[in-house]
């Protein structure tokens, strides 16, 4: 009997020990296939950028453009780029396409649907779901007028929203109740954007983020261009505020609204429609992780970085005035003190 019980008690341990393996075996099989479809999921879906932007013309006159350059990234990411004849801005504008909704980024430079076909254009690009257009979400990076001329042609068509453009109506749309600090997300089925308060060009400004090509959208916050400031305080606490959410995500490329740089990283008269030998649009992480210091060295009016230029045009203007009035004090002094000689002699 003792025996027994005691070959009984073997049996039981033995049976314990290798149901407590079984499970930390069965744990850590379960912990790697989630593990291993994580990253999977993580991992953003490529992409092409091979391609040549329209620069326009130094007579548009002369040469006609078409208002509209469509470019696929991928089958369900759309860049649009205005042409710089249509508008010297020539915007880039984004559609991203979700398995419930579709989101346009921003709706650029120029309001007439007879010169800029935007709408019509994007409604040829939504997929259809149930016989009917995708759902369209009409967001912008900012409220400056060559990220929203385009709003109106949206205005009346069934299944479109388009989110306010002042800050009170963007932060009651995406639900933010601690801007800026603070994330929000937008879920467009199968594909989440976050969505970023980047305030300092302007008060209303957010980039977004696309978890499924791993792309910043930054709008006129960073890109190829003069980074036009308005608050720098602002500013600077945005660019950290990206490069810390950013800090554990993949990032395939930053894309912003503007080229207004040339390979060799001039800047184009500004108003200027034509574009040759344009900076490409696409900066890197790198771009983006010096712009925190590239801010605290500002000098408050001008700074030229290898694919940036940070100004602040009000300061400019200001600084402007105040050497153009001294100098016009200067000529009536000068002019009044040679006529004072001249009656002097006379
Ligand atoms: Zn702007
Ligand atoms: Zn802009």
């Not at 073997?10 to 790697?32: D, E, H, M, P, R």
Request: proline residues 7%; glycine residues 6%; aromatic residues 10%.
């Amino acid at each position: 009997m003792n025996w027994l019980n005691g070959k009984h008690q073997t049996t039981n341990t033995f049976l314990l020990y290798f149901c407590a393996l079984w499970k930390v075996a069965t744990g850590i099989a379960v912990s790697i296939s989630l593990l291993s479809a994580t990253l999977v999921w993580s991992q953003p879906v490529p992409g092409s950028l091979d391609v040549h932007w329209n620069e326009g013309a130094s007579d548009c006159k002369a040469t006609p453009q078409p208002p509209l350059q469509v470019h696929a990234y991928e089958p369900q990411t759309f860049i649009l780029r205005q042409n710089p004849c249509a508008s010297f801005e020539a915007n880039f504008l984004y559609l991203l396409v979700g398995s419930d909704k579709a989101l346009l980024i921003d709706t650029g430079a120029v309001e007439d649907p007879k010169e800029m076909p935007l709408a019509k254009t994007i409604l040829e690009l939504l997929p259809d779901k149930d016989h009917k257009k995708l759902p369209l979400l009409v967001a912008h990076t900012h409220r400056h007028m060559d990220h929203r001329a385009g709003d109106p042609q949206f205005a009346s068509l069934p299944s479109v929203e388009i989110v306010p453009i002042d800050l009170e109506g963007v932060k009651a749309f995406f639900r933010f109740t601690n801007w800026p600090n603070e994330i929000a997300h937008l879920d467009l089925g199968g594909r989440t954007v976050d969505v970023i308060p980047t305030p300092g060009h302007n008060a209303t400004h957010v980039a977004f983020y696309d978890s499924r090509t791993g792309i910043l959208f930054s709008g006129d916050f960073l890109l190829p261009g003069r980074l036009l400031i308005e608050d720098a305080g602002a500013y600077r606490e945005s660019s950290l505020r990206v490069v810390d959410f950013l800090k554990t995500r993949p990032l395939t490329h930053i894309l912003g609204a503007h080229i207004e740089l040339n390979i060799a990283g001039r800047a184009y008269q500004f108003g200027s429609h034509y574009h040759p030998n344009e900076h490409r649009l696409e900066l890197a992480r790198e771009d983006l992780t010096a712009l925190p210091a590239a801010f605290e060295k500002f000098n408050g009016f001008y700074a030229r970085h290898p694919n940036y230029i940070l100004t602040n045009p009000t300061r400019n203007l200001v600084a402007l005035a105040i050497i153009a009035v001294a100098v016009l004090i200067l000529i009536v002094w000068a002019v009044r003190r040679l006529l004072r000689r001249r009656r002097q002699r006379g």
